[in-house]
């Protein structure tokens, strides 16, 4: 893995760390989802406060929708594939048959646990400096067009300037094999008769699908 070492610029110490990361849950039952957990906190943290130190007179909405589209599920499956991540992942079987190695929602979250588990390996400092190293690029982006809007964030911002409730996301469903489950959300405005139901391969693209469909609703009504 000498490789990727090279590309991530850190080489572990603990070499188990670095197998459970890139181990799916169809491997074997010591697989990479509490690390995918820790490495997402640690991934929205370091890109918060890197956002906050280079953009001093950025709004706080601005800061967040920006770290939305700088975390979010295309631009890590983008940077695992540039780290060549698919190449290492450990799947089950059934996985590799259907193309799990390349599917966008397991080489996101393998990127999230990789970053897990040098945060557990290195600690913070060196942490910081793999995900900045990584990311070096992607601010460019940020600075010549400004981040845009999610769809939950123009929802919640949109209920605020109306003073209503903000917006309640449920998971009603789960479906799918354990290993490839689809969220099914809800999204409701406590004072409002709309119902939106979204789907995705994870619960953030659950609920950001249920939020363009509750705002496609609320354009509707406004337009009779």
Do not use: H, K, R
């Given at each position: 893995m000498q490789k990727l070492f090279k590309k991530l610029g850190y080489h572990f110490k603990d070499t188990s760390?670095?197998?459970q990361a890139l181990t799916h849950r169809s491997h074997k039952p010591e697989h990479n989802e509490r690390l995918e957990f820790l490495g997402d906190s640690v991934l929205n943290f370091v890109i918060a406060n890197?956002?906050?130190v280079r953009y001093p007179g950025m709004t706080e909405g601005k800061l967040s929708r920006a770290r939305a589209?700088?975390?979010?599920?295309?631009?890590?499956?983008t940077l695992s594939t540039t780290l060549g991540i698919d190449q290492y992942i450990r799947l089950g079987q059934g996985e590799i048959k259907s193309g799990g190695m390349k599917r966008k929602s397991?080489?996101?979250?393998?990127?999230e646990a990789l970053i897990g588990a040098i945060y557990l390996d290195g600690g913070i400092t060196?942490?910081?400096?793999v995900i900045l190293s990584l990311y070096r690029d992607k601010f460019q982006i940020v600075e010549s067009e400004g981040p845009q809007k999610d769809p939950k964030t123009t929802l919640q911002e949109y209920m605020q300037a109306q003073k209503m409730p903000l917006p309640q996301y449920h998971v009603i469903n789960l479906s799918g094999k354990t290993h490839d489950q689809i969220f099914h959300v809800q999204c409701l405005v406590d004072g409002l008769e709309i119902n939106a139901f979204g789907q995705g391969t994870s619960r953030r693209k659950a609920e950001q699908s249920a939020a363009q469909i509750f705002l496609t609703m609320i354009e509707k009504i406004n337009e009779t």
């Open positions: 760390l670095l197998t890197e956002l906050f589209n700088l975390v979010n599920g295309e631009v890590l499956a397991t080489l996101s979250d393998c990127l060196v942490c910081q400096q």
